[in-house]
């Protein structure tokens, strides 16, 4: 399977501040977690480092790119959206207006 790459107009530093980090345990002092895109993909060791990023982070910055969208909102039917994170088959939206979150299928007419 291919790797997905993502790109973000703001990249994290470090994989305890990415969004995409999923908190494993909060009952202990140690905090152990992972990112959800390598769980998803299947990748093994997909565990945050305590410090910097995986070695593997599917993560990339956006350079430039300040595109306009056609895309309506599908919680509030706004034309006010923006693109928070790209892959290789979808895109993830946020709405200016409810604030929510949703992907599309990431289509390319050849």
Do not use: W
Request: aromatic share 4%.
């Amino acid at each position: 399977m291919a790797k997905a790459i993502l790109e973000l107009p703001e990249m994290p530093e470090s994989c305890m501040e990415c969004m995409f980090k999923e908190c494993l345990n909060r009952t202990t002092s140690v905090e152990v977690s992972r990112c959800i895109i390598l769980h998803k993909m299947h990748v093994p060791g997909s565990y945050c480092p305590a410090e910097g990023r995986q070695a593997d982070c599917p993560l990339r910055l956006v350079e430039g790119k300040d595109e306009q969208t056609n895309v309506k909102c599908r919680y509030c039917n706004s034309e006010s959206v923006e693109i928070i994170a790209r892959g290789t088959e979808s895109i993830l939206y946020k709405c200016r207006v409810c604030k929510m979150e949703f992907a599309k299928l990431n289509i390319k007419e050849v």
